[in-house]
């Protein structure tokens, strides 16, 4: 019982460092002070794997602290709940059945979309400029919704690998 709760200490620890790192240093800024990131990838990941509340501080605690280190300050606190809120959506989905992962990962990404149409709405005082994040956040899913996918195989494997 113990070694689970290390392992889950440990990939939450590594899912967050991942997160910070692919939203910090993969991404490309949007037209409404937002910007696009590989971040979700691996959240939605790490979400396959760990619990509902390891998964929210991956999602949340590593986007908002990107946001932070990046200059995006102003959008912190909300990234901190919508990412949050998207993996333990995702997380609780998946260990349900792991046949819903792919629903689990279009639900969270549909949450994510919506958090920040929004976050965008209301930093902006505007309704209609926050339609403008919305095709972006879409492309982030999608990439965010294969690179998980891809890596979800790889990642169960290596956390029922046997302690040596």
């Not at 590593?62 to 102003?74: E, L, P, Q, T, V």
């Not at 333990?88 to 994510?112: D, E, I």
């Not at 929004?118 to 294969?146: F, H, M």
Request: positive net charge.
């Amino acid at each position: 019982m113990k070694q689970e709760y290390t392992k889950e200490l440990v990939f939450g620890a590594l899912g967050i460092a991942l997160v910070f790192i692919s939203t910090m240093f993969l991404k490309l800024p949007n037209s409404i002070g937002g910007y696009l990131n590989l971040g979700d990838g691996f959240i939605l990941l790490f979400s396959g794997l760990l619990g509902p509340f390891a998964s929210f501080m991956v999602g949340g605690v590593g986007s908002a602290f990107a946001d932070i280190a990046g200059g995006y300050g102003s959008y912190a606190i909300a990234t901190l709940l919508i990412k949050g809120a998207e993996g333990a959506l995702v997380a609780l989905l998946v260990h349900r059945s792991s046949r819903l992962r792919l629903p689990a990962y279009l639900l969270g990404s549909l949450l994510m979309i919506a958090g920040y149409y929004v976050t965008d709405s209301l930093l902006n005082a505007s309704w209609i400029v926050g339609l403008a994040g919305i095709p972006g956040n879409l492309i982030q899913a999608a990439i965010g919704i294969l690179i998980a996918m891809a890596g979800a195989p790889f990642l169960q494997r290596l956390k029922e690998r046997p302690r040596e």
